[in-house]
Protein backbone atom coordinates (compact mmCIF):
# COMPACT_ATOMS: atom_id res chain seq x y z
CA UNK A 1 0.00 0.00 0.00
CA UNK A 2 1.73 3.02 -1.13
CA UNK A 3 2.62 5.73 1.52
CA UNK A 4 0.06 8.65 1.67
CA UNK A 5 1.50 12.11 0.68
CA UNK A 6 1.79 14.42 3.54
CA UNK A 7 1.39 18.24 2.57
CA UNK A 8 3.67 20.79 5.23
CA UNK A 9 2.01 24.16 5.04
CA UNK A 10 5.07 27.06 3.74
CA UNK A 11 5.37 30.31 4.85
CA UNK A 12 6.32 32.07 1.82
CA UNK A 13 8.47 35.22 1.84
CA UNK A 14 9.10 38.05 -0.98
CA UNK A 15 11.45 40.95 -0.84
CA UNK A 16 8.65 43.92 0.78
CA UNK A 17 7.38 41.76 3.29
CA UNK A 18 8.11 41.51 6.58
CA UNK A 19 10.54 38.75 8.26
CA UNK A 20 8.61 35.85 9.41
CA UNK A 21 8.22 35.59 13.35
CA UNK A 22 8.47 32.27 15.33
CA UNK A 23 4.68 32.34 15.72
CA UNK A 24 4.04 32.31 11.82
CA UNK A 25 6.03 28.42 11.60
CA UNK A 26 4.00 25.64 10.34
CA UNK A 27 2.46 23.39 13.57
CA UNK A 28 3.08 20.52 11.96
CA UNK A 29 6.97 19.15 11.77
CA UNK A 30 8.43 17.03 9.12
CA UNK A 31 9.49 13.85 9.71
CA UNK A 32 13.11 13.12 10.39
CA UNK A 33 15.57 12.25 7.30
CA UNK A 34 14.93 12.07 3.68
CA UNK A 35 11.87 14.21 2.73
CA UNK A 36 11.21 12.12 -0.78
CA UNK A 37 7.85 11.82 -1.85
CA UNK A 38 6.27 14.95 0.27
CA UNK A 39 5.65 18.56 -0.46
CA UNK A 40 7.09 21.67 0.46
CA UNK A 41 4.59 24.06 -0.41
CA UNK A 42 3.55 23.58 -3.92
CA UNK A 43 6.97 21.38 -4.67
CA UNK A 44 6.67 17.85 -5.29
CA UNK A 45 10.18 16.60 -3.95
CA UNK A 46 11.09 13.72 -5.98
CA UNK A 47 14.31 12.52 -5.62
CA UNK A 48 17.58 13.66 -3.04
CA UNK A 49 20.47 14.75 -5.40
CA UNK A 50 22.98 16.56 -2.83
CA UNK A 51 23.84 16.57 0.43
CA UNK A 52 26.68 19.20 1.94
CA UNK A 53 27.66 20.49 5.68
CA UNK A 54 24.47 22.77 5.64
CA UNK A 55 21.64 21.13 4.32
CA UNK A 56 20.06 18.57 1.36
CA UNK A 57 19.34 19.69 -1.71
CA UNK A 58 16.28 17.83 -3.80
CA UNK A 59 14.83 17.31 -7.21
CA UNK A 60 11.44 18.81 -7.18
CA UNK A 61 8.71 19.72 -9.96
CA UNK A 62 5.78 22.72 -9.12
CA UNK A 63 2.63 20.85 -8.87
CA UNK A 64 0.92 23.60 -11.13
CA UNK A 65 3.69 25.06 -13.62
CA UNK A 66 5.64 21.89 -13.76
CA UNK A 67 8.92 23.58 -13.84
CA UNK A 68 11.98 21.61 -12.56
CA UNK A 69 13.45 23.09 -9.37
CA UNK A 70 16.20 22.44 -7.08
CA UNK A 71 14.98 22.64 -3.14
CA UNK A 72 17.66 23.07 -0.60
CA UNK A 73 16.68 22.48 3.00
CA UNK A 74 19.03 24.06 5.32
CA UNK A 75 19.77 22.20 8.14
CA UNK A 76 22.30 24.18 10.91
CA UNK A 77 20.24 27.25 10.44
CA UNK A 78 17.75 27.55 13.94
CA UNK A 79 14.20 28.91 12.24
CA UNK A 80 13.31 29.06 16.19
CA UNK A 81 15.57 32.00 16.65
CA UNK A 82 14.17 35.67 15.18
CA UNK A 83 17.53 36.65 14.31
CA UNK A 84 18.52 33.51 12.26
CA UNK A 85 15.36 34.13 10.32
CA UNK A 86 15.94 37.82 9.68
CA UNK A 87 19.54 36.83 8.24
CA UNK A 88 18.26 34.02 6.17
CA UNK A 89 15.34 36.64 4.96
CA UNK A 90 18.63 38.85 3.87
CA UNK A 91 20.86 36.13 2.18
CA UNK A 92 17.59 35.00 0.67
CA UNK A 93 17.23 38.75 -0.94
CA UNK A 94 20.95 38.97 -2.19
CA UNK A 95 20.66 35.59 -4.22
CA UNK A 96 16.95 36.27 -5.26
CA UNK A 97 18.08 39.45 -7.07
CA UNK A 98 21.53 38.44 -9.16
CA UNK A 99 20.16 37.14 -12.61
CA UNK A 100 22.80 36.47 -14.84
CA UNK A 101 23.44 33.12 -17.69
CA UNK A 102 26.00 32.11 -15.36
CA UNK A 103 24.03 32.31 -12.23
CA UNK A 104 21.77 29.36 -10.62
CA UNK A 105 18.34 31.75 -9.74
CA UNK A 106 17.22 31.44 -6.37
CA UNK A 107 13.11 32.01 -6.76
CA UNK A 108 11.57 31.11 -3.84
CA UNK A 109 12.24 30.60 -0.19
CA UNK A 110 10.44 30.02 2.93
CA UNK A 111 9.90 27.76 6.31
CA UNK A 112 8.65 23.97 6.49
CA UNK A 113 8.14 23.12 9.78
CA UNK A 114 11.46 24.02 11.79
CA UNK A 115 13.36 23.84 8.74
CA UNK A 116 14.68 26.72 6.29
CA UNK A 117 14.72 25.97 2.36
CA UNK A 118 15.62 27.62 -0.62
CA UNK A 119 14.10 27.00 -4.39
CA UNK A 120 16.38 27.78 -6.82
CA UNK A 121 16.64 26.79 -11.13
CA UNK A 122 17.70 23.47 -11.87
CA UNK A 123 20.77 22.42 -13.30
CA UNK A 124 21.17 19.14 -15.87
CA UNK A 125 24.72 18.57 -15.42
CA UNK A 126 27.28 17.59 -12.90
CA UNK A 127 29.51 19.67 -10.70
CA UNK A 128 33.19 20.16 -10.89
CA UNK A 129 33.86 17.91 -8.34
CA UNK A 130 31.76 14.88 -9.40
CA UNK A 131 32.71 15.52 -12.90
CA UNK A 132 36.62 15.86 -12.52
CA UNK A 133 36.31 12.40 -9.99
CA UNK A 134 34.68 10.63 -12.98
CA UNK A 135 36.95 12.09 -15.87
CA UNK A 136 40.09 12.81 -13.65
CA UNK A 137 41.70 16.17 -14.68
CA UNK A 138 40.99 18.38 -17.76
CA UNK A 139 42.71 19.56 -20.89
CA UNK A 140 44.16 22.79 -21.03
CA UNK A 141 41.52 24.74 -22.79
CA UNK A 142 38.29 22.83 -21.21
CA UNK A 143 39.68 23.92 -17.72
CA UNK A 144 40.65 27.69 -19.01
CA UNK A 145 36.99 27.94 -20.38
CA UNK A 146 34.94 26.82 -17.12
CA UNK A 147 37.40 29.08 -15.25
CA UNK A 148 36.34 31.77 -17.90
CA UNK A 149 33.02 31.63 -17.45
CA UNK A 150 33.21 31.20 -13.85
CA UNK A 151 34.98 34.73 -13.63
CA UNK A 152 32.26 36.34 -16.16
CA UNK A 153 29.62 35.34 -13.01
CA UNK A 154 31.77 35.89 -10.30
CA UNK A 155 32.57 39.84 -11.68
CA UNK A 156 28.73 39.99 -11.92
CA UNK A 157 28.67 39.41 -8.57
CA UNK A 158 30.68 42.11 -7.55
CA UNK A 159 29.38 44.76 -10.05
CA UNK A 160 26.42 44.21 -7.67
CA UNK A 161 28.20 44.72 -4.32
CA UNK A 162 28.31 40.97 -3.41
CA UNK A 163 31.29 38.45 -3.07
CA UNK A 164 30.42 34.61 -2.89
CA UNK A 165 33.24 33.32 -0.23
CA UNK A 166 32.32 29.29 -1.12
CA UNK A 167 33.97 29.07 -4.42
CA UNK A 168 34.82 25.58 -4.90
CA UNK A 169 34.71 22.29 -7.71
CA UNK A 170 30.94 21.59 -5.91
CA UNK A 171 29.41 25.06 -6.05
CA UNK A 172 30.19 25.37 -10.05
CA UNK A 173 28.12 23.11 -12.17
CA UNK A 174 28.27 22.26 -15.86
CA UNK A 175 24.83 21.91 -17.48
CA UNK A 176 24.50 19.76 -20.84
CA UNK A 177 24.73 22.79 -23.38
CA UNK A 178 28.45 23.33 -21.79
CA UNK A 179 27.15 26.73 -19.60
CA UNK A 180 28.96 26.94 -16.45
CA UNK A 181 26.82 28.08 -13.95
CA UNK A 182 27.49 29.39 -10.16
CA UNK A 183 25.39 28.03 -7.58
CA UNK A 184 24.69 27.91 -3.65
CA UNK A 185 24.85 31.89 -2.64
CA UNK A 186 23.81 30.98 0.86
CA UNK A 187 27.16 32.28 1.73
CA UNK A 188 26.85 35.52 -0.16
CA UNK A 189 27.33 38.65 1.59
CA UNK A 190 26.07 41.94 0.67
CA UNK A 191 29.56 44.10 0.53
CA UNK A 192 28.34 47.58 0.96
CA UNK A 193 25.62 46.50 4.13
CA UNK A 194 27.74 43.70 5.25
CA UNK A 195 24.91 41.95 6.16
CA UNK A 196 25.24 38.18 6.28
CA UNK A 197 25.22 34.96 8.14
CA UNK A 198 28.34 34.85 9.34
CA UNK A 199 29.47 35.56 12.98
CA UNK A 200 32.52 36.98 14.68
CA UNK A 201 34.94 33.55 15.09
CA UNK A 202 33.16 31.20 12.35
CA UNK A 203 35.27 30.29 9.38
CA UNK A 204 32.93 30.51 6.56
CA UNK A 205 33.67 28.14 3.83
CA UNK A 206 35.19 25.01 2.21
CA UNK A 207 39.18 24.59 4.16
CA UNK A 208 40.69 23.12 1.20
CA UNK A 209 39.37 26.50 -0.91
CA UNK A 210 39.61 28.52 1.56
CA UNK A 211 41.60 32.13 1.10
CA UNK A 212 44.10 33.33 4.12
CA UNK A 213 42.24 35.83 4.52
CA UNK A 214 39.00 34.46 4.99
CA UNK A 215 40.63 32.01 7.62
CA UNK A 216 41.62 34.53 9.74
CA UNK A 217 38.53 36.82 9.62
CA UNK A 218 35.24 36.20 7.30
CA UNK A 219 33.73 39.21 8.00
CA UNK A 220 37.11 41.70 6.80
CA UNK A 221 37.15 40.08 3.10
CA UNK A 222 36.40 40.80 -0.36
CA UNK A 223 36.22 39.94 -3.56
CA UNK A 224 40.01 38.81 -4.05
CA UNK A 225 38.49 35.91 -1.73
CA UNK A 226 36.76 34.56 -4.16
CA UNK A 227 40.06 35.26 -6.84
CA UNK A 228 41.83 32.71 -4.25
CA UNK A 229 39.15 29.92 -4.17
CA UNK A 230 38.77 30.28 -7.89
CA UNK A 231 42.74 30.16 -8.54
CA UNK A 232 42.54 26.40 -6.08
CA UNK A 233 39.34 25.60 -8.21
CA UNK A 234 41.58 26.24 -11.59
CA UNK A 235 44.12 23.99 -9.79
CA UNK A 236 41.92 21.07 -8.73
CA UNK A 237 40.80 20.60 -12.62
CA UNK A 238 44.16 21.05 -13.84
CA UNK A 239 45.76 18.30 -11.56
CA UNK A 240 43.42 16.52 -10.16
CA UNK A 241 43.24 17.37 -6.21
CA UNK A 242 43.24 20.64 -4.39
CA UNK A 243 46.23 22.84 -3.44
CA UNK A 244 46.78 21.58 0.05
CA UNK A 245 45.11 18.35 -0.02
CA UNK A 246 48.10 16.49 0.94
CA UNK A 247 48.88 14.11 3.41
CA UNK A 248 50.69 16.54 5.28
CA UNK A 249 47.53 18.65 5.76
CA UNK A 250 44.82 16.39 6.62
CA UNK A 251 44.13 17.93 9.59
CA UNK A 252 42.09 21.63 9.86
CA UNK A 253 44.74 23.70 11.66
CA UNK A 254 47.76 22.10 9.15
CA UNK A 255 45.54 23.14 5.71
CA UNK A 256 44.91 26.56 7.22
CA UNK A 257 47.99 27.02 8.12
CA UNK A 258 49.02 26.08 4.63
CA UNK A 259 47.16 28.59 3.29
CA UNK A 260 48.64 30.92 5.11
CA UNK A 261 52.39 29.99 4.89
CA UNK A 262 53.02 27.13 2.50
CA UNK A 263 53.24 27.76 -1.70
CA UNK A 264 51.29 25.06 -3.49
CA UNK A 265 52.87 21.82 -4.93
CA UNK A 266 54.10 23.27 -8.77
CA UNK A 267 51.45 22.17 -11.86
CA UNK A 268 54.43 20.76 -14.12
CA UNK A 269 54.85 18.13 -11.17
CA UNK A 270 51.41 16.68 -12.50
CA UNK A 271 51.58 17.64 -16.33
CA UNK A 272 54.01 19.51 -18.37
CA UNK A 273 51.00 20.45 -21.35
CA UNK A 274 50.13 23.90 -19.39
CA UNK A 275 51.09 27.14 -20.96
CA UNK A 276 53.41 29.33 -18.76
CA UNK A 277 50.65 32.11 -18.85
CA UNK A 278 48.10 29.73 -17.36
CA UNK A 279 50.35 28.63 -14.38
CA UNK A 280 51.41 32.24 -14.17
CA UNK A 281 48.33 33.34 -13.91
CA UNK A 282 47.46 30.50 -11.42
CA UNK A 283 50.52 31.79 -8.96
CA UNK A 284 49.26 34.98 -9.11
CA UNK A 285 45.73 33.94 -7.93
CA UNK A 286 46.76 32.10 -4.90
CA UNK A 287 49.19 34.80 -3.49
CA UNK A 288 49.26 34.84 0.15
CA UNK A 289 48.34 39.04 0.08
CA UNK A 290 45.25 40.22 -1.54
CA UNK A 291 47.10 43.04 -3.00
CA UNK A 292 49.57 40.71 -4.78
CA UNK A 293 46.55 38.90 -7.06
CA UNK A 294 44.26 39.96 -9.86
CA UNK A 295 42.77 43.29 -9.99
CA UNK A 296 39.63 41.59 -11.18
CA UNK A 297 37.72 38.55 -12.48
CA UNK A 298 38.07 40.40 -16.01
CA UNK A 299 41.86 40.10 -15.61
CA UNK A 300 41.70 36.66 -15.47
CA UNK A 301 39.18 36.76 -18.54
CA UNK A 302 41.62 38.56 -20.82
CA UNK A 303 44.34 36.35 -19.86
CA UNK A 304 42.22 32.82 -20.55
CA UNK A 305 40.49 34.12 -23.78
CA UNK A 306 43.69 33.01 -26.13
CA UNK A 307 43.27 29.52 -24.37
CA UNK A 308 39.67 28.97 -23.30
CA UNK A 309 37.74 26.78 -26.04
CA UNK A 310 34.02 26.45 -25.54
CA UNK A 311 33.43 23.68 -28.05
CA UNK A 312 34.47 20.70 -26.37
CA UNK A 313 32.44 21.31 -22.76
CA UNK A 314 29.08 19.72 -23.65
CA UNK A 315 31.43 16.69 -24.69
CA UNK A 316 32.60 16.27 -20.96
CA UNK A 317 29.47 15.05 -19.59
CA UNK A 318 28.53 12.53 -22.48
CA UNK A 319 32.23 11.64 -23.19
CA UNK A 320 34.38 9.10 -20.75
CA UNK A 321 37.68 10.03 -19.69
CA UNK A 322 39.00 6.46 -19.50
CA UNK A 323 38.02 6.23 -23.58
CA UNK A 324 39.59 9.74 -23.36
CA UNK A 325 42.98 8.37 -21.81
CA UNK A 326 42.82 5.73 -23.77
CA UNK A 327 43.26 7.59 -27.03
CA UNK A 328 45.67 9.78 -25.61
CA UNK A 329 47.67 6.65 -24.90
CA UNK A 330 47.32 4.76 -27.87
CA UNK A 331 48.72 8.11 -30.22
CA UNK A 332 51.55 8.41 -27.80
CA UNK A 333 52.25 4.72 -28.67
CA UNK A 334 51.88 5.38 -32.38
CA UNK A 335 54.03 8.08 -32.16
CA UNK A 336 57.01 6.44 -30.18
CA UNK A 337 56.57 3.09 -32.94
CA UNK A 338 57.77 5.78 -35.66
CA UNK A 339 59.88 8.23 -33.24
CA UNK A 340 62.13 5.50 -31.56
CA UNK A 341 64.08 4.03 -34.60
CA UNK A 342 64.92 7.61 -35.86
CA UNK A 343 65.55 8.58 -32.22
CA UNK A 344 68.01 5.23 -32.29
CA UNK A 345 69.67 6.12 -35.73
CA UNK A 346 70.15 9.59 -34.61
CA UNK A 347 72.08 8.66 -31.32
CA UNK A 348 74.17 5.92 -33.18
CA UNK A 349 75.44 8.80 -35.84
CA UNK A 350 75.92 11.36 -33.09
CA UNK A 351 78.35 9.07 -31.03
CA UNK A 352 80.13 7.91 -33.90
CA UNK A 353 80.72 11.45 -34.97
CA UNK A 354 81.96 12.23 -31.69
CA UNK A 355 84.09 9.24 -31.11
CA UNK A 356 85.83 9.63 -34.90
CA UNK A 357 88.68 12.15 -33.72
CA UNK A 358 89.17 9.89 -30.43
CA UNK A 359 89.97 7.02 -32.76
CA UNK A 360 92.46 8.81 -35.34
CA UNK A 361 93.69 10.62 -32.38
CA UNK A 362 94.63 7.17 -30.55
CA UNK A 363 95.70 5.56 -34.01
CA UNK A 364 97.89 8.60 -34.93
CA UNK A 365 99.80 8.06 -31.50
CA UNK A 366 99.63 4.77 -31.14
CA UNK A 367 103.57 3.13 -31.58
CA UNK A 368 103.04 -0.68 -33.16
CA UNK A 369 104.55 -2.94 -31.62
CA UNK A 370 108.34 -3.81 -33.01
CA UNK A 371 109.66 -7.10 -33.68
CA UNK A 372 112.50 -8.95 -33.74
CA UNK A 373 115.28 -7.44 -36.46
CA UNK A 374 112.82 -4.26 -37.27
CA UNK A 375 114.65 -1.14 -38.58
CA UNK A 376 114.09 1.76 -37.83
CA UNK A 377 113.95 2.93 -41.28
CA UNK A 378 110.78 1.02 -41.31
CA UNK A 379 109.29 2.50 -38.03
CA UNK A 380 110.03 6.12 -39.59
CA UNK A 381 107.91 5.05 -43.03
CA UNK A 382 105.09 3.80 -40.39
CA UNK A 383 105.30 7.39 -39.12
CA UNK A 384 105.36 9.24 -42.35
CA UNK A 385 102.46 7.14 -43.39
CA UNK A 386 100.52 8.18 -40.37
CA UNK A 387 101.65 12.23 -40.58
CA UNK A 388 99.95 11.82 -44.47
CA UNK A 389 96.48 10.54 -43.41
CA UNK A 390 96.77 13.21 -41.05
CA UNK A 391 97.37 16.10 -43.62
CA UNK A 392 95.16 14.06 -46.24
CA UNK A 393 91.85 14.55 -43.41
CA UNK A 394 93.30 18.24 -42.98
CA UNK A 395 92.82 18.71 -46.44
CA UNK A 396 89.42 17.09 -46.49
CA UNK A 397 88.37 19.18 -43.83
CA UNK A 398 89.50 22.48 -45.67
CA UNK A 399 87.73 21.27 -49.25
CA UNK A 400 84.60 20.35 -46.83
CA UNK A 401 84.56 23.91 -45.70
CA UNK A 402 84.55 25.26 -48.96
CA UNK A 403 87.75 27.06 -49.39
CA UNK A 404 88.13 28.28 -52.67
CA UNK A 405 91.92 27.86 -54.03
CA UNK A 406 92.69 29.85 -57.13
CA UNK A 407 96.23 28.83 -58.27
CA UNK A 408 98.43 30.75 -61.27
CA UNK A 409 100.54 28.75 -63.70
CA UNK A 410 103.38 30.76 -65.52
CA UNK A 411 104.73 27.99 -67.56
CA UNK A 412 103.48 27.01 -70.68
CA UNK A 413 102.14 23.09 -71.14
CA UNK A 414 101.75 21.04 -74.19
CA UNK A 415 98.03 20.47 -73.68
CA UNK A 416 97.24 24.08 -74.94
CA UNK A 417 99.28 23.22 -78.47
CA UNK A 418 97.15 24.02 -81.58
CA UNK A 419 93.63 24.93 -79.33
CA UNK A 420 92.55 28.39 -78.84
CA UNK A 421 91.43 28.20 -75.25
CA UNK A 422 89.71 31.46 -73.60
CA UNK A 423 90.70 31.99 -70.10
CA UNK A 424 87.77 32.00 -67.18
CA UNK A 425 87.34 35.67 -66.11
CA UNK A 426 88.82 36.69 -63.04
CA UNK A 427 87.21 37.72 -60.29
CA UNK A 428 87.75 41.25 -58.66
CA UNK A 429 86.62 42.08 -54.74
CA UNK A 430 83.49 43.98 -54.37
CA UNK A 431 85.86 46.58 -52.21
CA UNK A 432 88.70 46.46 -54.90
CA UNK A 433 88.55 49.59 -57.41
CA UNK A 434 86.47 48.38 -60.85
CA UNK A 435 89.47 48.41 -63.80
CA UNK A 436 88.33 47.77 -67.30
CA UNK A 437 88.42 44.37 -68.43
CA UNK A 438 91.19 43.84 -71.27
CA UNK A 439 91.02 40.57 -74.13
CA UNK A 440 93.81 38.59 -74.20
CA UNK A 441 96.27 38.71 -76.61
CA UNK A 442 95.88 36.95 -79.61
CA UNK A 443 97.88 33.45 -80.18
CA UNK A 444 100.95 33.55 -81.99
CA UNK A 445 101.43 30.34 -84.68
CA UNK A 446 102.61 28.06 -81.73
CA UNK A 447 99.93 28.77 -79.99
CA UNK A 448 101.15 30.49 -76.80
CA UNK A 449 100.08 33.63 -75.63
CA UNK A 450 102.67 36.48 -76.05
CA UNK A 451 102.79 39.20 -73.56
CA UNK A 452 105.08 42.46 -72.95
CA UNK A 453 107.64 41.56 -70.90
CA UNK A 454 107.14 43.35 -67.58
CA UNK A 455 109.52 46.94 -67.40
CA UNK A 456 110.39 49.02 -64.29
CA UNK A 457 107.84 52.46 -64.35
CA UNK A 458 109.87 55.00 -66.84
CA UNK A 459 111.09 58.03 -66.01
CA UNK A 460 108.71 60.83 -65.82
CA UNK A 461 110.29 62.67 -68.40
CA UNK A 462 109.06 59.75 -70.31
CA UNK A 463 106.01 58.83 -69.26
CA UNK A 464 104.22 59.39 -72.38
CA UNK A 465 107.33 57.36 -74.69
CA UNK A 466 105.42 53.88 -76.43
CA UNK A 467 106.10 50.94 -74.70
CA UNK A 468 108.69 48.71 -76.00
CA UNK A 469 107.49 45.73 -78.25
CA UNK A 470 107.43 42.18 -76.12
CA UNK A 471 110.28 40.19 -75.98
CA UNK A 472 110.06 37.26 -77.55
CA UNK A 473 110.54 33.65 -75.68
CA UNK A 474 108.23 34.12 -72.62
CA UNK A 475 104.99 32.75 -72.42
CA UNK A 476 102.37 33.52 -69.67
CA UNK A 477 100.73 30.90 -67.56
CA UNK A 478 96.90 31.00 -67.71
CA UNK A 479 94.31 32.16 -64.51
CA UNK A 480 92.49 29.68 -63.99
CA UNK A 481 89.60 28.83 -61.51
CA UNK A 482 90.71 25.29 -59.83
CA UNK A 483 86.84 24.70 -59.25
CA UNK A 484 85.21 25.58 -62.17
Known sequence: MDQPTVQYPVKHQSANADPPSVSDRANVNPQPGDWTGRLIGEYEIQKLIGQGAYGQVYFAVHRW??????????????????????????????????????????????????????????????????????????????????????????????????????????????????????????????????????????????????????????????????????????????????????????????????????????????????????????????????????????????????????????????ESGENERQATTRAARNVSRWTQPIASAFKVTAVTLLRLPLVITGFLERRPPQRAGQTTSYQFSFRWLKSAMALGFLGLAIWYSGIEIVPVENASSPLFEGRTVEPSPVKHSPFAPSSTATHPPPLDASGMNRQPHLQPPPHPHQRHAPAPPPRPGRSQGMQYNAFQ
Do not use: W
Open 65 to 318: LKLPVAIKVLQHVDANDQQSLDRFRREAQIAARLRHPNLVRCTDGGIVGDKLFLATDFVDGEDLRTLVRRRGPLGVAEASEIIRQTSVALQFIVDNDTIHRDIKPANIMLDRDGTVRVLDLGLARCSVSGETLTETGQIMGTLDYLAPEQAVDARRVDFRADLYSLGCTFYYLLTGQAPFSTADNSTMASKIHAHLESPPPPIKNFRCDVPRSVIALIDQMLEKSPERRPDSFRDVCRTLAPVARPEGLARLLT
